[in-house]
């Protein structure tokens, strides 16, 4: 079965550093290109970050200079490391597939002191 | 960057109706465009792609069309199971990649 599943959301103070990671099953992540979505409560959708099948990546104003978006091959998980966290990221984090045809259930992340 | 304005934010409608949401470009993305749902506490789910393409198993009351910079998206016949929010999205070239701000759809 074709599925993603995130991990590594939870409670963390402003300043702080987190690191997702994203599992894949029933395809290969370096195959593809693989985006993060977040949402905070109550709103809508923002793209956060993609990551190219050949390496390049991108972000959202945002977060560029805080968040670093990654893959490690041998294990098949895509990673988002959130650095400098502030009250403002504060948001369930999707990881998605090359044209967010297959995404994660979400994990949330709140930045609080 | 790309902005997308959705509307309207919310409509209330009933079972059967005809539902059409718009989704409108600040400039040419080509058909570069995705609609998705999501229903409370939920990830999103694809419906369509390059604008007017179904997804592989979603019913066909869902539909799409428009290309450049206007965008629709139709509901034929409304069901219980279609109340959700709707995103429209642009994938134009090299990102960011944007998000219309969101339809949500209830039942009258």
């Known amino acids: 079965e074709v599925q993603l599943v995130e991990s590594g959301g939870g409670l963390i103070q402003p300043g702080g550093s987190l690191r997702l990671s994203c599992a894949a099953s029933?395809?290969?992540?370096?195959?593809?290109?693989m985006s993060w979505v977040r949402q905070a409560p109550g709103k809508g959708l923002e793209w956060v970050s993609v990551i190219y099948s050949g390496g390049s990546t991108y972000y959202a104003d945002s977060v560029k200079g805080r968040f670093t978006i990654s893959r490690d091959n041998s294990k098949n998980t895509l990673y988002l490391q959130m650095n400098s966290l502030r009250a403002e990221d504060t948001a369930v984090y999707y990881c998605?597939?090359?044209?967010?045809?297959?995404w994660g259930q979400g994990t949330m992340v709140t930045v609080s002191s | 960057d790309i902005q997308m304005t959705q509307s309207p934010s919310s409509l209330s409608a009933s079972v059967g109706d005809r539902v059409t949401i718009t989704c409108q470009a600040s400039q040419d993305i080509s058909n570069y465009l995705n609609w998705y749902q999501q229903k409370p506490g939920k990830a999103p789910k694809l419906l369509i792609y390059?604008?007017?393409n179904l997804e592989t198993g979603v019913p066909s009351r869902f539909s799409g069309s428009g290309s450049g910079t206007d965008f629709t998206f139709t509901i034929s016949s409304l069901q219980p199971e279609d109340i959700a929010t709707y995103y429209c999205?642009?994938?134009?070239?090299?990102?960011?990649?944007?998000f219309g701000q969101g339809t949500k759809v209830e039942i009258k």
């Open positions: 390059d604008a007017s």
């Open positions: 999205q642009q994938y134009d070239n090299l990102p960011p990649w944007t």
């Open positions: 998605a597939r090359g044209g967010f045809d297959i």
């Open positions: 029933g395809f290969t992540v370096s195959s593809n290109y």
